[in-house]
């Protein structure tokens, strides 16, 4: 199975191909340079320490997680293209995709991938959506869950892409373990990492014709990048401190249950 990645630059993406091309035959990985500012919905100065500080600890926690590096460790003979924000749906770079023969392409963390792009691959793309579809769509998918109380909807999907924005049909969700003591980004990196193993197991059942999806049904909530300011970064703080991870473990059976969640199929 040949298999192409189309991601981005950060360490957790470059952690992403590294595991990836140790689990596949991985020929190819696109990085996307990332670029999200969220200083722009900054009014004051308290404010901007709030986002400075949240994104610190994100920062942090990915570096124990998922080290510094942002360049994926690749077999030498894989190719590794570092584009501009948007820059895999250029046409010259689909060419180059399409050059690899892969039978399957896998996308974590890119911008809006266009109907070229989703067309060249013909069915064959699976992405890794970082938020549990279709309770919560959008930017910040696993933000929200813990501003609304609610860290039960942290996780992500793994589905197929279409030409709609995370509404492909859904091969699998995937949870991280909620702890005692979490932080929201402890929660991130588990769920990365969860996703990323679902993600290679997906990607084989796909090539072995074995692979079920299911279509998404329902609306959710969608949240866009405008949406994240500093007084939602002090609410999911405050449902920290005033004992939301325990509230939640202490009632995890009942809230579990109102979940409807896809699985891979067994072994």
């Not at 942290?154 to 030409?163: F, K, Q, R």
Request: glycine residues 10%; proline residues 4%; contains cysteine.
């Amino acid at each position: 199975m040949r298999a192409v990645l189309l991601t981005s630059s950060m360490a957790r993406h470059a952690w992403v191909a590294s595991t990836l091309a140790r689990e596949l035959d991985l020929v190819g990985v696109w990085q996307e340079e990332k670029t999200f500012a969220p200083e722009r919905n900054v009014v004051s100065g308290d404010d901007l320490e709030v986002i400075r500080a949240h994104f610190a600890a994100r920062d942090a926690a990915e570096a124990r997680d998922f080290g510094g590096d942002v360049v994926p460790k690749l077999s030498p003979s894989a190719t590794l293209r570092r584009v501009g924000g948007n820059g895999c749906n250029a046409a010259a770079e689909i060419a180059a995709m399409m050059a690899l023969r892969p039978d399957i392409g896998l996308v974590f963390g890119t911008g809006i991938l266009k109907g070229d792009l989703i067309r060249a691959f013909g069915g064959r793309l699976l992405n890794i959506h970082l938020g549990l579809s279709p309770y919560y769509r959008g930017a910040g998918t696993n933000f929200w869950p813990l501003v609304n109380r609610e860290p039960e909807y942290v996780g992500a999907t793994i589905h197929y892409i279409d030409e709609g924005i995370d509404t492909g049909p859904i091969v699998a969700h995937v949870r991280p373990e909620i702890r005692p003591g979490d932080s929201g980004h402890d929660l991130g990196n588990r769920t990365i990492i969860a996703a990323t193993g679902a993600l290679a197991r997906a990607a084989e059942l796909h090539v072995a014709g074995r692979l079920r999806s299911v279509p998404q049904a329902g609306h959710g909530r969608v949240y866009y990048r405008k949406d994240f300011t500093a007084g939602a970064v002090r609410g999911a703080q405050e449902n920290f401190r005033t004992g939301m991870i325990e509230e939640y473990l202490a009632d995890r059976a009942r809230r579990d249950a109102a979940l409807s969640l896809v699985s891979l199929p067994a072994a």
